[in-house]
């Protein structure tokens, strides 16, 4: 702040006491001049008259200029005193006191501001009760908040002459106006490396085992690279025999799992009209970066080997990465919507962010939303080793994927799918659901930096997070839990620890599970939004495995080796997915209860 002499239009000059004016804003000393400590006249009337040598006196009535209470000095009429260079308006200075904070009952979402009256110039402090702490700053974690008590001591400190001391309580609910509805979480389903269903998954994660394997097909003899994160169980033999051949791989494990999600929620699996739906109140929102690359790639060699009438009638809509949409809208008889989202490795928490939307602004009331992707084929793996972007560490000493690990080289494939039941909030307190947690909002952007490394700098995917939460109506001090994209290439961990350190600007418990998965590409947000409801509801944070020796270049609170409780003081959890392009993607979760 700078010095009231160096404002411009602001020129102290001297003065006696019987020049001074209403008006005029005034410091009684040179200590004053310098520590901006400054009063505007209100009145000045003689209090004595001048007889023969001695000096007459007046009192002099004043205000400080940003608002407090009247206090009277009596100075003599020769006395110098130092005015600024204009005079003040003072019907418009506000005649207020400080509040004692010793008997007022705080709430959370209160606000508490001091200002230093005295200082034109001043700028008013706030501090605002959150988590039963103030925050001066709400979006930083690098100042230690104040205890109730500490708040008082520092009000009961400063309130007086110099300061004024304000208490805004909380503003009560308005009942006008209609606002987005509360979405919330009531069903989760995965299938994963480590096991078909929510359980294996959970189970696995909070005891630190691995999904990653050796891939000992033919097919993948000769490839450079021969770990990833495969399911160990063939979905088809978990299907309907008819079904299963007319879907192809993902679609297969987007069943399996978005049954498991609309059944956990306590709907009947046999679809909407059972479950007492209307099914035009329903949607699907899948993300997929391919879907199943395999059918495309075994319909070309048939074509090569055999011919044309060799392929199959069922190529074509098996290959899009729309089919696994379309088949849980036909499992589920869901006529709402059903829609994919394709953005690369942030499509399956895009879809689960637009899926919220939809519920929110009244499209539908219920939405299965997550991801699906089966790209463990010989042609992916060789793509991505020729863009060095996969680990070559092998399974002899742990997870090959290394999340934020000193020794992390590259990411490892991986497959499955992840879905979220998503329901409005007074839809679901209705029926009287279990809920996980709230979906209480998303964020987007893009680097526009390249079109597959992250931009290092990080500035894209931390406008992401602050998008996610203000679109929760959250704020940095809330967060408890990062679930983070961390893929384990060089550059890509390293950008997103830049920007959850820009963001959070302190220590947050993190987890990162692509050391127990690998990478599932389109499915990866779903999956890890399952893990990240999970995380709230049993206030248990995993382990990062993987990561025996973090980079100290990462700066962030990496949770490794064993399970961590939440932390008690805050309710959001954040999950995150970045795509080749830059496609950025957050999801924010609250807990409830």
């Known amino acids: 702040?700078?010095?009231?002499?160096?404002?411009?239009?602001?020129?102290?000059?001297?003065?006696?006491?019987?020049?001074?004016?209403?008006?005029?804003?005034?410091?009684?000393?040179?200590?004053?001049?310098?520590?901006?400590?400054?009063?505007?006249?209100?009145?000045?009337?003689?209090?004595?008259?001048?007889?023969?040598?001695?000096?007459?006196?007046?009192?002099?009535?004043?205000?400080?200029?940003?608002?407090?209470?009247?206090?009277?000095?009596?100075?003599?009429?020769?006395?110098?005193?130092?005015?600024?260079?204009?005079?003040?308006?003072?019907?418009?200075?506000?005649?207020?006191?400080?509040?004692?904070?010793?008997?007022?009952?705080?709430?959370?979402?209160?606000?508490?501001?001091?200002?230093?009256?005295?200082?034109?110039?001043?700028?008013?402090?706030?501090?605002?009760?959150?988590?039963?702490?103030?925050?001066?700053?709400?979006?930083?974690?690098?100042e230690e908040p104040l205890s109730d008590g500490a708040l008082r001591e520092l009000a009961g400190e400063i309130a007086g002459r110099d300061h004024?001391?304000?208490?805004?309580?909380?503003?009560?609910?308005?009942?006008?106006?209609?606002?987005?509805?509360?979405?919330?979480?009531?069903?989760?389903?995965?299938?994963?490396?480590?096991?078909?269903?929510?359980?294996?998954?959970?189970?696995?994660?909070?005891?630190?085992?691995?999904?990653?394997?050796?891939?000992?097909?033919?097919?993948?003899?000769?490839?450079?690279?021969?770990?990833?994160?495969?399911?160990p169980v063939d979905p088809a033999t978990l299907l309907p025999r008819p079904q299963a051949r007319r879907m192809n791989r993902a679609a297969q494990f987007a069943v399996l799992a978005a049954r498991e999600a609309w059944q956990d929620a306590g709907f009947d699996g046999a679809g909407t009209t059972e479950s007492g739906l209307d099914p035009a109140r329903v949607g699907v929102s899948v993300g997929a970066v391919l879907g199943d690359a395999s059918v495309l790639v075994g319909g070309d060699r048939k074509l090569r080997d055999k011919g044309p009438r060799s392929v199959s009638p069922l190529t074509t809509p098996m290959t899009v990465p729309s089919q696994a949409a379309s088949q849980v809208s036909l499992a589920l008889r869901i006529t709402g919507e059903a829609r994919t989202v394709t953005s690369a490795c942030a499509s399956g928490t895009e879809a689960i962010g637009l899926a919220i939307d939809r519920i929110r602004y009244g499209h539908v009331d219920v939405a299965l939303a997550g991801g699906a992707e089966a790209v463990v084929t010989p042609a992916i793996m060789a793509a991505f080793a020729a863009m060095r972007a996969l680990s070559h560490h092998g399974l002899a000493d742990g997870s090959p994927s290394r999340p934020f690990a000193k020794d992390r080289d590259g990411f490892v494939n991986g497959e499955g799918a992840g879905f979220l039941l998503?329901?409005?909030?007074?839809?679901?307190?209705?029926?009287?659901?279990?809920?996980?947690?709230?979906?209480?909002?998303?964020?987007?952007?893009?680097?526009?930096?390249?079109?597959?490394?992250?931009?290092?700098?990080?500035?894209?995917?931390?406008?992401?997070?602050?998008?996610?939460?203000?679109?929760?109506?959250?704020?940095?001090?809330?967060?408890?839990?990062?679930?983070?994209?961390?893929?384990?290439?060089?550059?890509?961990?390293?950008?997103?620890?830049?920007?959850?350190?820009?963001?959070?600007?302190?220590?947050?418990?993190?987890?990162?599970?692509?050391?127990?998965?690998?990478?599932?590409?389109?499915?990866?947000?779903?999956?890890?939004?399952?893990?990240?409801?999970?995380?709230?509801?049993?206030?248990?944070i995993p382990p990062t495995i993987g990561c025996a020796i973090q980079d100290d270049e990462i700066g962030l609170d990496v949770v490794t080796r064993t399970a961590r409780p939440l932390p008690a003081g805050g309710d959001l959890a954040l999950s995150n997915s970045f795509g080749f392009g830059g496609h950025n993607a957050v999801l924010a979760l609250r807990r409830v209860g």
């Open 164 to 231: 004024l001391v304000r208490h805004h309580p909380r503003p009560r609910r308005s009942a006008g106006g209609m606002a987005p509805r509360r979405v919330v979480v009531t069903g989760l389903g995965a299938v994963t490396p480590l096991g078909v269903g929510v359980g294996e998954l959970w189970r696995g994660l909070v005891e630190g085992r691995c999904g990653i394997r050796e891939l000992d097909g033919e097919e993948f003899e000769g490839l450079p690279v021969r770990v990833a994160g495969t399911v």
């Open 1 to 142: 702040m700078r010095h009231s002499s160096e404002i411009p239009y602001f020129h102290p000059h001297a003065v006696t006491v019987a020049e001074v004016r209403p008006g005029d804003l005034l410091a009684l000393s040179e200590e004053d001049v310098a520590g901006d400590r400054w009063f505007v006249v209100i009145h000045a009337v003689p209090e004595t008259p001048e007889e023969n040598e001695t000096p007459g006196t007046v009192r002099v009535t004043l205000r400080p200029p940003l608002g407090g209470a009247d206090h009277d000095e009596v100075l003599g009429r020769g006395r110098q005193v130092t005015v600024a260079c204009r005079r003040m308006d003072v019907g418009r200075i506000p005649v207020v006191t400080s509040v004692d904070l010793a008997g007022v009952e705080f709430r959370d979402g209160d606000r508490v501001t001091t200002l230093r009256v005295v200082d034109p110039h001043a700028v008013e402090e706030t501090y605002v009760r959150r988590w039963r702490v103030w925050h001066r700053d709400l979006e930083s974690l690098r």
């Open 422 to 540: 998503l329901e409005a909030e007074e839809h679901a307190r209705a029926r009287g659901a279990r809920i996980y947690c709230e979906a209480a909002g998303w964020g987007l952007s893009a680097d526009a930096h390249h079109m597959a490394a992250p931009d290092p700098s990080g500035t894209g995917v931390a406008l992401a997070l602050r998008r996610a939460l203000k679109d929760a109506g959250g704020h940095v001090v809330d967060v408890v839990h990062v679930n983070a994209h961390a893929t384990a290439t060089v550059e890509g961990d390293l950008a997103e620890a830049n920007a959850l350190r820009a963001v959070l600007g302190g220590p947050v418990p993190v987890t990162a599970l692509k050391g127990h998965l690998g990478h599932l590409h389109g499915a990866a947000g779903g999956v890890e939004a399952v893990a990240t409801a999970l995380t709230l509801h049993h206030g248990l």
